[in-house]
């Protein structure tokens, strides 16, 4: 099988976890046997750009001329029999899609954020959950508050994209969601269940789990409000010091003089700066509990699946892709106020992203950790790990080619 891998790299100096997942998956297709054809741009490259395609760079999430060219090109060289679509933006465009098409090439596209409906992408701005564009027409409201790169003329250029395109993704022959909660958004966007499949990212598996339960709570995170720090604060000293036993903090960002000040203030606190990610799997082990407490929809936190390939339940809170990660997906919580229920999972627990419910779910995790080292580890074999990942990911390859019709192929 020879597929086209399609992706906009994220500037270096910003680490992108997607880049990491599209070079990671790149490997396991070709260690798969699967000819690989890397179609990307990256955004690093847009200060060497031509004096034309830098005049033209404000309409390229809506169309980009070269792009478009290079793209035709090399299916016609290829005769590829699949595009699989990460990140469209801002060199490819999703008119990637009806290039692909045109060439009767089947198109999959992997949903690692809100992009069909969000701007930024992330349903967050000035520190709340938004969703304002949702159910619009135009993404006025993404304008008018700078959404994209902080930039009011760069927010009208993605709104307008995102509004053209609409009929371009729901064109899409197969979606790849990362978890239930992105298959839930995509249904709400219009796009039949029947074209989504469910597949979250690998990571390397690192060994057999330690057979003893490790001691306290460890969270390692940027450290930004978004990740939840202010609030794992605000539900930890809830509690006398020492009576959960001990915090460790690893991570840095603008909220770390947070963590230095709890470190201070509480001998149950530690913050330890920045882990290498070499040592990361040590911290883990040595933990009871990882603890992932975001208060945005965060689509997919790697460090959880880490966490629970290390044999780590985790605790976390209930927004974004948290509750599929930890296999706590198909709980409801009841109508009116969720604080206080701490709800159980395969491979950890969620609770309502408030701090009282925090709280009670630290006693909780406390209390039963022990008991869920096995279950975590076994939700990795399962769920993440690579093997089982590419080999549901080759699922999707063959069904969307054997879907073909027998006329429409790459020419």
Request: aromatic share 6%.
């Amino acid at each position: 099988m020879k597929v086209v891998i399609a992706h906009n790299r994220y500037r270096e100096a910003l680490p992108s976890g997607e880049n990491v997942i599209v070079d990671a998956e790149i490997s396991q297709l070709r260690a798969a046997g699967v000819e690989v054809l890397p179609f990307q741009r990256a955004s690093d490259g847009i200060g060497a750009l031509p004096l034309l395609d830098k005049a033209l760079l404000p309409l390229s999430p809506l169309y980009n001329r070269r792009a478009q060219a290079d793209l035709a090109d090399l299916i016609r060289r290829e005769r590829p029999d699949l595009l699989h679509l990460h990140n469209p933006y801002p060199l490819l465009s999703p008119w990637v899609i009806r290039t692909a098409h045109a060439h009767g090439v089947p198109v999959i596209q992997t949903v690692h954020n809100y992009r069909q409906v969000c701007a930024s992408g992330l349903y967050f701005r000035d520190g709340h959950i938004c969703t304002d564009c949702k159910g619009r027409a135009f993404g006025l409201p993404a304008v008018i508050h700078s959404c994209y790169r902080g930039s009011k003329a760069q927010s009208a250029a993605m709104a307008t994209a995102l509004a053209a395109h609409r009929g371009t993704w729901r064109s899409v022959d197969r979606y790849i969601a990362l978890t239930s909660a992105i298959k839930d958004h995509l249904i709400e966007y219009g796009i039949p269940e029947a074209n989504i499949s469910v597949k979250p990212n690998a990571i390397p598996d690192p060994g057999p789990a330690p057979t003893t339960a490790g001691e306290g709570f460890l969270y390692a995170a940027r450290l930004s409000p978004e990740k939840g720090l202010g609030l794992l604060l605000d539900a930890w000293r809830r509690h006398p010091d020492g009576a959960l036993g001990q915090l460790r903090i690893a991570g840095d960002g603008e909220l770390r003089p947070l963590a230095e000040a709890a470190a201070a203030e509480r001998s149950d606190v530690t913050y330890l700066g920045v882990v290498p990610r070499e040592e990361m799997s040590a911290q883990l082990r040595s933990a009871a509990v990882f603890l992932a407490v975001p208060t945005w929809h965060d689509v997919l936190p790697t460090a959880i699946i880490e966490a629970l390939a290390n044999g780590r339940p985790v605790l976390g809170t209930d927004v974004g892709g948290v509750p599929f990660l930890v296999g706590a997906d198909q709980r409801r919580f009841p109508e009116g106020s969720r604080a206080g229920l701490c709800f159980p999972g395969v491979g950890g627990w969620v609770v309502a992203p408030e701090a009282g419910a925090l709280a009670e779910g630290f006693a909780v995790a406390r209390t039963q950790a022990g008991s869920f080292g096995d279950a975590a580890r076994k939700r990795y074999l399962e769920m993440f790990h690579p093997e089982v990942v590419t080999g549901r990911l080759l699922e999707i390859y063959r069904e969307v080619s054997a879907a073909r019709p027998a006329g429409r192929r790459a020419r």
